[in-house]
C-alpha cells in the first residue's frame, strides 16, 4: 500500500478501471463512484452515497471490490460524469471547470480531514492490492478515500 499526493494521481493519471473513490464511516464502507475507460464518458458517480453501502463479506473477505461494488443496493441509481459527445467535446459545463477526467473525480471526494480541517487538495489516495484490502480495512479510518486497486493474479 502505498499514499500518492493529488499531483502525482493526476500526473500519474492510472488506469481508469482500477480507480474507485470509497467512505468509510462508522467502521462500513460506501461506494462513491469510479472512474472507467469508456467512450463517452470516464466517470461514474452515486446518486446517494448511503444506498450504497458495500457488503463486508464481499470487500474484506473476499477481497472482491468489483462484485461489491456492482451488488450494493445503490449501484443502479450512477450518474454518469466527463460525458463527450460524438467529437469527444464535453457535454456537461460543470466538467469544463477542470483539466481532466483525474481532477474532476477528486471534485466528488471530501479532502482529508484532521481534527475538523481540511486541506485543499489533499486527498487519501492509495495505490492497493485486493490482498491488502482485505488485511489492512479495519485499519483505515472513517472519510474518503481513492483507491487505485491493483489485482492480484491467481
Not at 488506469?15 to 461514474?44: L, P
Not at 458517480?45 to 453501502?53: G, P, Q, S
Not at 461489491?68 to 445503490?74: E, L, Q, R, S
Not at 457535454?91 to 471547470?97: F, G, H, L, Q, V
Amino acid at each position: 500500500m502505498k499514499r500518492l499526493s493529488d499531483k502525482k494521481f493526476i500526473e500519474m493519471k492510472p488506469d481508469m478501471d482500477k480507480v474507485v473513490a470509497i467512505r468509510i464511516k462508522n467502521g462500513n464502507f460506501y461506494f462513491i463512484g469510479w472512474m472507467e475507460e469508456a467512450e463517452q464518458y470516464s466517470i461514474q458517480i452515486a446518486d446517494d452515497i448511503n444506498e450504497c453501502m458495500l457488503d463486508r463479506s464481499e470487500l474484506i473477505v473476499n477481497g472482491n471490490v468489483y462484485e461489491a461494488i456492482t451488488h450494493c443496493n445503490g449501484y443502479d441509481n450512477l450518474r454518469y460524469v466527463w460525458e463527450k459527445d460524438s467529437t469527444g467535446n464535453l457535454i456537461n459545463t460543470d466538467d469544463r471547470k477542470y483539466d481532466n477526467a483525474y481532477q474532476r473525480f477528486l471534485s466528488f471526494v471530501k479532502c482529508y480531514e484532521r481534527n475538523g480541517v481540511a486541506s485543499e487538495n489533499d486527498h487519501d489516495i492509495l495505490l492497493i492490492s485486493e490482498d491488502e484490502i482485505s488485511n489492512f480495512s479495519d485499519l483505515l479510518r472513517d472519510g474518503d478515500c481513492v483507491w487505485i486497486v491493483e489485482s492480484v493474479d491467481a
